[in-house]
């Protein structure tokens, strides 16, 4: 059973404007949460993280924000730049071992 | 340049025949992973490596095996491939704990 789940498959945005991505998770074990970016061809690279004693973590125009008794994370990328443009994974980290969601396809339209 | 290597980048195999795929890191790190990726299901973890000589299952473990004899390898054993291990695998590592994972590549692998 997935124990964490992006429930959006695609986002379109237009350039400029906030994109905000979510994710939702059941195992309330998970103590560190991370994003990460994957462009087609490549592997995913680490965008920013958030600890579960924490509501929200911020690097640039990424903040991350964390509702734990919602069990849920949501992404912030502000402005969105077609750069930003890829598929993003949340991810959750217990015992040694990280559960990644089913990622979610982020189009910036100039 | 810091960097997670796989090889090979594509794979096209029939099924029972034994494989390996590599993994190496130069960042000397002790945290070492494997994913499959397939539609729908994102990022499952296959099998990670708190160090040397120490490995564990993850997710989806069957079907394959690891070994981990020196820090920077990390290669991925499917013994008798079928079919439904066709999928895009990503080898990982960290310095450990829920820090940020550094990834490879990627390999395709299609079995047949």
């Known amino acids: 059973d997935q124990q964490v789940k992006q429930n959006s498959p695609s986002l379109s945005v237009q350039e400029g404007r906030i994109s905000i991505l979510n994710c939702d998770y059941t195992?309330?074990?998970?103590?560190?949460f991370l994003w990460y970016k994957k462009y087609p061809a490549e592997g995913p690279t680490f965008l920013i993280s958030i600890s579960s004693i924490k509501d929200k973590n911020e690097d640039g125009r990424f903040t991350v924000f964390l509702n734990k008794s919602a069990k849920h994370l949501s992404l912030h990328i502000v402005p969105s730049q077609p750069g930003d443009s890829a598929v993003y994974f949340c991810?959750?980290?217990?015992?040694?071992?990280?559960?990644f969601g089913t990622g979610t396809s982020l189009t910036v339209i100039p | 340049e810091a960097q997670v290597t796989q090889n090979p980048r594509y794979l096209i195999t029939v099924t029972g025949k034994k494989l390996t795929v590599t993994c190496s890191q130069n960042?000397?790190?002790?945290?070492m992973s494997w994913y499959r990726q397939d539609p729908g299901l994102g990022l499952r973890q296959i099998y990670y490596s708190m160090n040397v000589e120490v490995t564990d299952k993850g997710d989806v473990p069957e079907g394959y095996k690891v070994s981990r004899k020196e820090k920077r390898n990390f290669p991925l054993i499917l013994e008798s491939p079928s079919p439904n291990q066709t999928s895009l695998y990503f080898c990982?590592?960290?310095?450990?704990?829920?820090?940020?994972?550094?990834f490879g590549p990627g390999t395709r692998l299609l079995v047949l």
């Open positions: 990982a590592s960290s310095l450990g704990g829920p820090w940020a994972q550094y």
């Open positions: 991810a959750a980290y217990t015992g040694n071992q990280f559960y």
């Open positions: 195992n309330s074990m998970f103590d560190y």
């Open positions: 960042m000397n790190h002790e945290y």
